[in-house]
């Protein structure tokens, strides 16, 4: 059973800041001093790629111990990843000096050129999985607008594997062996390499996006819950649960048994869900409804009827909680897909809860994978922006610096 909450303290990267500056000291020391050897240099750099790949890592699992449903999570596997892509070109690169000696790598500047090319590298040689990746996308958009129907949502899928397939092809005919002065040299490979990394950058994001996706559903609440927060999601025109939201309250059903069943006390439901302008009745209440129809006393349930939005029904729902007993212990039931989401909505609002994920067909989710990650980014989009401009100026400046040796 995996469990949370398990620190108290949110990890931090610190050391990676630290082995960070002392690396780059040893490397300008090693230019300067005249230390520099290509195997010398190629071997601080695999040292430097595998620590930090191991805090990251570390990092990862103090992250998930104190809490998953974080970006930080998103973050920290993603990295983890891309580090890991990096450090398995490097070690090419280092075996291509131990052994072929007599091979072209000769400078500081040369080797520096391969590892900027690392990203490139890996866009190279992962396009047949991007490629298979792409058609499973499509395949499953297909199947979701077969049963679901056309809508522009359920092209998302489609369409990020054309963007996937693109970018790769973009690498392809952009990357053209290039002849002229040293700058119209430097600025084409500055701008593949940059582009390249940006690119397996925003892979391995939501690669992370997927884990962490993954890696909460796994969590095991305790039999020990005073209240269970159902998620709406939309009604039929008649008024009553869609299958989708359906299957949320059937979730929370079977927990709400189990939990009697194993000798623990009934919690109380609150339905969480406001009424929109399509919907005849609010979501709160048709949820209620259903909850009746299926035996639950109407003592036990708790209608939240104001929220419009995920992060509002976990607003609302912990000051009705708050108001009755701050210290409860809460879960909520939503769809497998959008746990961790919800997740991060209960946290921003500092409710502690886990979520429970209902079943979904298959062909949802493609599509539903996309809406999250395109959510989580757009809601991170200041982190996003300070990371790629921390690649730009890395890529401009370390580029910059590697020409004027040549």
């Known amino acids: 059973m995996k469990k949370i909450n398990l620190r108290k303290v949110k990890p931090k990267l610190y050391n990676l800041t630290a082995l960070s500056i002392v690396t780059l000291i040893l490397i300008v020391l090693m230019d300067v001093c005249g230390f520099y050897t290509p195997l010398l240099f190629g071997i601080l750099i695999c040292v430097y790629l595998l620590s930090a790949l191991i805090m990251l890592v570390k990092a990862l699992k103090g992250q998930l111990e104190y809490n998953p449903y974080s970006y930080n999570t998103i973050i920290y596997s993603g990295f983890s990843l891309f580090l890991l892509f990096v450090l398995a070109g490097e070690l090419l690169v280092l075996y291509e000096i131990v052994a072929f000696p007599l091979s072209g790598i000769r400078e500081m500047s040369q080797q520096v050129s391969s ?235 500092k409710l502690q809860a886990t979520g429970i994920g209902s079943k979904t067909k298959w062909y949802f989710w493609p599509n539903a994978w996309v809406r999250e990650f395109a959510g989580l980014l757009s809601e991170h989009r200041l982190k996003q922006a300070f990371i790629i401009i921390g690649m730009l100026v890395l890529y401009i400046v370390t580029t910059l610096v590697t020409f004027l040796h040549y």
């Open 115 to 349: 590892l900027l090319a690392n990203s490139k590298l890996f866009m190279i040689l992962s396009f047949p999985l991007i490629l298979i990746f792409a058609i499973g996308l499509c395949t499953s958009n297909i199947a979701l607008i077969r049963h679901e129907g056309f809508r522009f949502t359920n092209l998302l899928g489609v369409i990020l594997a054309f963007v996937l397939v693109a970018g790769d092809l973009t690498l392809f005919f952009g990357d053209y062996y290039t002849t002229g002065s040293m700058m119209e040299v430097m600025i084409h490979d500055m701008c593949v390499n940059l582009y390249a990394a940006i690119y397996l950058y925003f892979e391995c994001m939501m690669i992370g996006t997927i884990y962490a996706s993954l890696y909460v559903l796994k969590l095991r609440p305790e039999k020990n819950q005073d209240y269970i927060i159902v998620l709406g999601c939309g009604l039929r025109p008649d008024g009553t649960p869609t299958p989708l939201l359906a299957g949320r309250i059937n979730k929370a059903l079977e927990f709400y048994r189990e939990q009697i069943e194993a000798g623990g006390k009934a919690p109380v439901f609150i339905t969480s869900g406001g009424q929109g302008g399509d919907e005849a009745v609010a979501e709160s209440t048709a949820m209620k409804n259903y909850l009746i129809e299926q035996g639950i006393p109407e003592s036990q349930i708790i209608e939240e009827n104001k929220s419009t939005t995920t992060y509002e029904n976990m607003l609302f729902s912990k000051k009705i909680i708050d108001a009755a007993n701050p210290e409860a212990n809460v879960i909520f039931s939503t769809t497998k897909y959008h746990v961790f989401r919800s997740g991060i909505k209960a946290r921003r609002v």
